[in-house]
């Protein structure tokens, strides 16, 4: 039943990026453009996902665990650390020179050509060098 | 006033919601995309490894099926490797030494009034604005 689900929520999640054209390079760019030609819309879809979702934790706080699984995820301690923020910083300058972020990056992958599936490999790879450089630097960073 | 595509992306923005709640209510799981991939191509999310392929599978298989029918949307990226490389790097690296993306922190987080998730989304769309500055206005590269 899990993976039913994560495939039925994925597939949710991807239709609702194409739907909200955040898969359009340009709208994402023109969000973070806000001394140019700046363009709202990803203030619009940030705000339509985070209504089901505060509801969902409201649902969440009442009940003892998830519908199939053991437990609801913890809630993580309110630690600000280097990497939280040197890693969102690292992020947020890739985000804008692109105007692509994760969930987008692979909802697009149908449609998004050679110039989107190499985005897709680079991501991949930075992540798997982001595992290699915290496991053996875990204090220094 | 109202902008067609304001009401489309807050349409899209619920349907991303509704997409999150149901993999917490039913899975238990936050629906972070950048976490899900990250811990399939690390290593570390070998132990769920079919749900991650499952929810990947269906971000990426569903938007293909939908463009069959409504046609080919427009990405706009750019056509400079050096760009999309760079940007792919700093976006992989980025995120999972962050822990979390635009659907984990942003989505999941704020809603869950998570102080991680707020400083994250606060840093990351500062360093966004600061990066599209320079390199929009002052370079003109992007």
Partial sequence: MRPLLAFISGGLFGLGLMLADMTNTDKVQGWLDFLGEWDPTLAFVLGGAIIPMFFAWRIAERREKPAFGACFPPKPDPIIDTRLVLGSVLFGAGWALVGLCPGPAMASLGYGGTEGLVFFLSMVAGMVLAHAVMRTRPVAI | ?142
Avoid: K, Q
């Avoid at chain 2, 463009?67 to 690296?93: E, K």
């Fill in chain 2, 1 to 142: 006033m109202i902008d067609p595509d304001w009401i489309r992306g807050f349409a899209g923005g619920l349907v991303i919601g509704t997409a999150a709640a149901l993999f917490l209510l039913m899975n238990g799981r936050i629906m972070g995309a950048s976490g899900l991939l990250g811990g399939l191509v690390d290593g570390t999310g070998r132990h769920n490894a079919d749900e991650r392929i499952a929810f990947i599978l269906g971000l990426i298989g569903m938007p293909a099926l939908a463009m069959l029918v409504f046609g080919r949307p427009a990405t706009n990226i750019t056509s400079d490797w050096a760009i999309i490389v760079a940007g792919g790097l700093l976006v992989g690296f980025g995120t999972r030494m962050a822990n979390g993306c635009t659907s984990g922190h942003g989505v999941c987080g704020i809603s869950r009034l998570s102080v991680r998730g707020i400083v994250a989304t606060l840093t990351y769309l500062g360093a966004g604005a600061v990066t599209m500055y320079v390199f929009r206005h002052i370079l003109g590269v992007i």
